[in-house]
């Protein structure tokens, strides 16, 4: 009997698709962090050496390491203007997704007001922001108010448009189940399609990230242009 289990298989071992599928699995892992440093690594080399090889002026195009002397040199005042731009990034991107989210609820929960209004969300997202930016400035009296008002016209759209698509996604056999069940307008809203709606809201809220950012850059270049501005846009309109 005992030479009989000395002689099987043990049990632990792994059939080959197992054992492929795990060596995939830790390649993949692997090669997410591997290849794009690699890539990066490609980039500042060719960088550099495109610099170097063609002879061009720093004030043209600099070099990695003046790119780096030049942030380790100047790193206390950039710092400081970084926080600036972040800071009104950050009340954007809060803002937008509080309007985004708010209006999301009620477009769903009013056909009458999507119908109403979404035109003009539309018609706000496509109209570029650095044209309006110099009349909102002239308009409104506080810089930091200026600035957020910008960053949120272009972020809060994704944020509205996704989060609407998803409360209107959710599956029509959970409505009637909740409807069969005498849930309320509220409950229906609050245990179905919020939660359903989380994916698409998420989407919305990567993409209105970037975009925060960018209309904080474009609001402080053109304040900067004004002599008001003290984030990055304007350190680099300074330096310009």
Same mark, same amino acid.
């Given at each position: 009997?005992?030479?009989?289990?000395?002689?099987?298989?043990?049990?632990?071992?792994?059939?080959?698709?197992?054992?492929?599928?795990?060596?995939?699995?830790?390649?993949?892992?692997?090669?997410?962090?591997?290849?794009?440093?690699?890539?990066?690594?490609?980039?500042?080399?060719?960088?550099?050496?495109?610099?170097?090889?063609?002879?061009?002026?720093?004030?043209?195009?600099?070099?990695?390491?003046?790119?780096?002397?030049?942030?380790?040199?100047?790193?206390?005042?950039?710092?400081?203007?970084?926080?600036?731009?972040?800071?009104?990034?950050?009340?954007?991107?809060?803002?937008?997704?509080?309007?985004?989210?708010?209006?999301?609820?009620?477009?769903?929960?009013?056909?009458?007001?999507?119908?109403?209004?979404?035109?003009?969300?539309?018609?706000?997202?496509?109209?570029?922001?650095?044209?309006?930016?110099?009349?909102?400035?002239?308009?409104?009296?506080?810089? =930091?108010?200026?600035?957020?008002?910008?960053?949120?016209?272009? /972020?809060?759209?994704?944020?509205?448009?996704? =989060?609407?698509?998803?409360?209107?996604? =959710?599956?029509?056999?959970?409505?009637?189940?909740?409807?069969?069940?005498?849930?309320?307008?509220?409950?229906?809203?609050?245990?179905?399609?919020?939660?359903?709606?989380?994916?698409?809201?998420?989407?919305?809220?990567?993409? /209105? &990230? &970037?975009?925060?950012?960018?209309?904080?850059?474009?609001?402080?270049?053109?304040?900067?242009?004004? &002599?008001? &501005?003290?984030?990055? /846009?304007?350190?680099?309109?300074? /330096?310009?």
């Amino acid at each position: 009997m005992t030479a009989i289990d000395l002689n099987k298989p043990e049990a632990t071992a792994l059939d080959p698709e197992e054992a492929k599928r795990l060596r995939d699995a830790r390649i993949d892992r692997i090669a997410k962090w591997v290849l794009p440093s690699l890539v990066f690594v490609f980039m500042i080399v060719g960088w550099d050496r495109l610099v170097v090889w063609n002879e061009i002026p720093h004030y043209i195009l600099p070099s990695p390491g003046r790119v780096i002397e030049t942030l380790v040199k100047d790193w206390p005042m950039l710092f400081e203007a970084l926080l600036v731009t972040l800071q009104i990034t950050l009340m954007a991107l809060a803002v937008a997704v509080v309007g985004g989210v708010g209006l999301a609820v009620l477009f769903n929960q009013s056909r009458f007001a999507e119908m109403s209004f979404y035109p003009y969300a539309v018609i706000l997202q496509v109209t570029p922001v650095v044209s309006i930016a110099p009349l909102i400035f002239i308009y409104v009296d506080n810089r =930091t108010a200026g600035l957020l008002l910008c960053a949120w016209i272009v /972020a809060f759209f994704p944020i509205l448009a996704n =989060t609407t698509l998803g409360l209107n996604s =959710t599956d029509h056999n959970l409505r009637d189940l909740f409807r069969i069940y005498g849930a309320s307008r509220w409950q229906r809203l609050r245990y179905l399609q919020l939660p359903s709606a989380l994916p698409y809201f998420l989407g919305g809220l990567r993409i /209105a &990230g &970037g975009l925060s950012l960018i209309g904080a850059i474009v609001a402080e270049y053109v304040a900067g242009t004004g &002599g008001i &501005g003290s984030g990055l /846009a304007f350190r680099i309109l300074e /330096a310009s």
